[in-house]
């Protein structure tokens, strides 16, 4: 007996049988095809709307209502064309970019670079937990027991998971943010006028709403959320067949992100600044003010949609500043390692959970401080950051066709410009408060 | 010992002690010597750079050449594909270390001095990826030399012997020029050499596999993650991916193709010969995740009333994969499935004996609509090592190995 007449007779039966397995497996690969990609871009881009940035927005609607709302156009379109250079940048050469721009620039100035990362995202995860403090206090939960088991459950889950069951949890996370919609429409507020103020600008010349414009900028567009996102494609195999799909994930992220902005500026815009509660803090204050002009709900909502940012910030900061470092430096990273195989990795990570969650156990942290740092560092690591990452997507040797076009180069330039100056203000006016009703010194 | 951090930015003087540039490179070629510097470049600011062949250094100390002719017996550089440049190929670049089985990025290459008349050769070593060489990088310039030989005593040191650094380059045209064969990857378990090739990008995971030869190629795509299988046969010419592919057993060739695009693995079939490709897409038919998709078309069976030697002979004539060979399917005379004998059974059996009285009770084998649940469960039940699977005449029509199964578990998990 031999092979063919095997191989006949399976034939056979193939024929009986024909095809059932086939024509599922067929759909179902298109249905995966997008599935598969979607993930990095609308996690970075909603890991954005972070504590940091919630306060802000918060702040945004309180002091001046719709007012700022028709920055959100342009800044949907800054925030996608510099991610994009990133998802690129991953998907078509299959590295980090802090293993590129190591590569590319050599040793040193990737140290320093990955040096200040260290500081600012330690900072924004100290940040994060301040979020955890904040939103907790209004569930009456006292932020001795919250931030704790916050720390943990963030150090738990990445952990114990693989990447894709981590991703899904995150994926969750985003659906989320859905709270501040819900919250929004609690709020009752005037759509038609809501509408108007989006799409019409209206420029102010005073101190204050040019401080409050720079510091939405500032906290939309933060550095760190390049190196997670690159990596994250990378992470994913993301290849460049896909590349259609991973620019669709960033183009949804980054719209979901705005969205969700628009919906916290117009719901505190049409309570808190209406009756003339203006001068908030941060957005645990704001979730408290909430609560006697649209309702317990609209209070608790905007609360649990800050947690969720928070502990969903928590989680990906540490996870992804250690990886930058790790990759940068040519240590072993990664979850899929060894705490023996990787120890600089996972200390590193416990290490900026541990100290981010204490600093915030300090009695009488200065909460609202810590915030306002961590965005100043946020504004001064930026720029450079961005320009690493132009010069590398105009490198038509790493990059061959997909190297930055001409108009993307313009836009991402008068970008990049921008924020430098935005940013510039901002450390500028953290550095010297301004004397007017400023926002970003304690009132 | 030197190291290249040291000498790179170092000052250049000629034999009558006249300052000719800075050191901006050191360039080994790979096709005459694997590790002696054999060119120096000497930048000169805005004038043309210079290089210094080997022979025309005469002493070298951190930082610090002097070569042992004038200026104007240099040459002026121009660019040269066979040359391995240390700062620009290996420093802050990945490479594959094929003792330790990892990818791993280059901090510092140390040097060693050879004197002979006159000259000084200097050798590659060895490739420094810990600390040491990090500080070295970091602290270069600005610390004095002294405080950073002192504190890198104080560092764990992390070399990889030069023999076993295995550069990565995706070109395919300078990796001949360089002389990069891949011989150690060939030789590497093919488990490791994926775990290695998930570590890089897309364009050097293709160039190791299209250095490889087709059987250590085929080996490695079929352990390596199915999203790079696909992305690499993808990017290759039907031709090519054939000639791989066909290497495969036929349930891993079926399982690649089957995340290809139809039109792709339409393409790739048609390649390859004809026995081969009709197991292929016999096996395609099946669902993945049932009996069906698991199982393997090729697997040795007997009529049951065959002797030992009968059977010990067959198999030795045979092209038989003896790695995985662990049991024999019995058929009958209407070649209908009477069992299963195991392989060391068959060792140690007299060899006039007959399979029939070999045979491993009970009796156990699936259908190909079998889900994997199933599956698992009679693995998991009967301890078995493999298993076969019979059409609805109860002939066997695959088998379904123990390691398959273990695979999908791990996947599932």
Same mark, same amino acid.
């Not at chain 2, 002294?146 to 023999?163: A, D």
């Not at chain 2, 889900?371 to 005449?393: A, G, M």
């Given at each position: ?111 320093? =670079?990955? *040096?200040?990362? +260290? $500081? ?8 994060? !937990?301040?979020?955890? #403090? @904040? ?75 040019? =401080?409050? *414009?720079?510091? +939405? $900028? ?8 390049? !190196?997670?996102?690159? #990596? @994250? ?77 928070? *502990? ?132 | ?413």
């Amino acid at each position: 007996m031999n092979r063919t007449s095997i191989t006949e007779r399976t034939e056979a039966w193939r024929e009986r049988v024909s095809g059932w397995g086939k024509r599922t497996r067929m759909t179902r690969r298109r249905l995966l095809l997008f599935l598969a990609v979607i993930g990095p871009g609308v996690i970075t881009s909603n890991v954005d709307n972070d504590a940091g940035g919630i306060s802000v927005y918060s702040q945004a609607g309180a002091q001046f209502g719709y007012m700022l709302l028709w920055s959100i156009i342009p800044m949907t379109i800054a925030l996608y064309v510099t991610e994009e250079m990133c998802a690129r940048m991953g998907v078509i050469t299959g590295k980090g970019l802090s293993d590129l721009i190591r590569e590319e620039f050599g040793f040193r100035p990737t140290f320093f =670079l990955i *040096l200040a990362g +260290l $500081v600012v995202d330690m900072g924004n995860v100290a940040a994060e !937990f301040a979020g955890v #403090a @904040a939103s907790s206090q209004i569930f009456h939960v006292s932020k001795y027991i919250s931030v704790p088991i916050a720390a943990i459950v963030v150090w738990v889950l990445v952990l114990r998971g693989t990447y894709r069951q981590v991703e899904k949890v995150f994926l969750v996370a985003c659906v989320f943010y859905a709270a501040y919609v819900f919250s929004a429409f609690l709020a009752h507020p005037n759509w038609l006028q809501a509408a108007k103020y989006t799409v019409i600008p209206s420029m102010h010349l005073n101190a204050g709403y040019l =401080l409050m *414009l720079t510091a +939405l $900028v500032g906290t939309t567009i933060a550095p760190w959320q390049f !190196f997670y996102m690159q #990596a @994250a494609f990378v992470e994913k195999r993301v290849g460049k067949k896909q590349y259609p799909q991973a620019r669709a994930d960033v183009m949804i992220g980054s719209i979901s992100c705005m969205v969700v902005v628009f919906f916290i500026i117009v719901c505190t815009g049409a309570t808190l600044y209406v009756h003339g509660h203006r001068n908030i803090v941060d957005a645990g204050e704001a979730a408290q003010a909430l609560v006697p002009l649209a309702g317990r709900w609209a209070g608790l909502l905007f609360a649990f949609g800050l947690l969720n940012a928070s *502990l969903f910030a928590a989680s990906i900061l540490p996870l992804s500043t250690a990886h930058v470092i790790c990759e940068g430096m040519g240590f072993e990273a990664g979850i899929d390692h060894k705490f023996q195989e990787a120890p600089i990795f996972y200390g590193l990570y416990t290490g900026m959970i541990v100290v981010g969650a204490a600093v915030i156990l300090i009695p009488n942290a200065p909460l609202e401080k810590i915030l306002i740092l961590s965005q100043v560092a946020n504004g001064i690591w930026l720029p450079i950051v961005l320009v690493f990452m132009l010069l590398l997507a105009n490198r038509r040797d790493l990059m061959g066709e997909f190297v930055n076009s001409h108009t993307f180069n313009v836009v991402a330039w008068v970008t990049t410009v921008a924020m430098i100056a935005l940013t510039l203000i901002l450390v500028y006016t953290a550095i010297f408060p301004v004397p007017m009703p400023a926002i970003l010194s304690s009132p | 010992m030197l190291h290249a951090t040291e000498l790179l930015g170092g000052e250049a003087y000629d034999s009558a002690g006249n300052f000719v540039g800075r050191v901006t490179e050191l360039f080994l070629e790979p096709a005459d010597q694997p590790n002696r510097v054999a060119r120096v470049l000497l930048g000169r600011g805005r004038y043309l750079p210079l290089v210094a062949r080997h022979d025309h250094i005469g002493f070298v100390a951190p930082g610090v050449i002097k070569l042992n002719v004038e200026e104007k017996a240099l040459d002026y550089y121009g660019p040269n594909e066979s040359w391995l440049a240390v700062g620009k190929d290996l420093l802050d670049q990945q490479i594959i270390d094929t003792s330790g089985r990892k990818v791993v990025r280059v901090n510092d290459i140390d040097l060693e001095e050879q004197r002979t008349d006159g000259t000084v050769e200097l050798r590659v070593t060895q490739v420094d990826v810990g600390l040491t060489g990090a500080a070295r990088r970091l602290l270069q310039g600005l610390a004095s030399p002294g405080l950073i030989r002192r504190l890198q005593h104080k560092l764990p040191t992390r070399v990889i012997r030069w023999e076993f650094v295995n550069l990565i380059e995706p070109d395919p045209l300078r990796r001949v020029k360089l002389r990069i064969t891949n011989q150690q990857l060939a030789r590497m378990h093919p488990a490791d050499l994926a775990d290695i090739m998930e570590e890089l990008s897309t364009a050097e995971r293709q160039g190791i596999i299209a250095s490889l030869d087709e059987e250590t190629a085929a080996e490695a795509l079929a352990e390596l993650d199915k999203r790079f299988t696909k992305e690499i046969v993808e990017t290759m010419t039907p031709e090519k991916a054939a000639d791989i592919i066909e290497e495969m057993d036929p349930d891993q060739a079926a399982d690649v193709l089957a995340d290809l695009a139809p039109e792709t693995s339409q393409e790739v079939l048609e390649e390859m010969p004809g026995n081969e490709a009709r197991d292929v897409r016999a096996l395609l038919q099946f669902e993945g995740d049932t009996a069906g998709g698991m199982m393997n078309t090729e697997f040795v069976y007997v009529g049951e009333t065959a002797r030992r030697d009968e059977v010990v002979n067959w198999i030795r004539s045979r092209d038989v994969n003896l790695e995985s060979l662990d049991s024999v399917f019995l058929v009958n005379g209407e070649a209908r499935f009477a069992g299963v004998v195991a392989v060391g059974r068959l060792l140690l059996a007299d060899p006039e004996q007959q399979m029939v009285e070999l045979k491993s009770d009970p009796l156990v084998s699936v259908r190909p609509d079998a889900n994997e649940k199933e599956v698992f469960d009679l693995f998991d039940k009967y301890n078995l090592r493999s298993l076969s699977v019979l059409d609805e005449n109860s002939r066997p029509i695959g088998s379904i190995a123990v390691d398959d199964v273990i695979t999908r578990m791990h996947q599932e998990r």
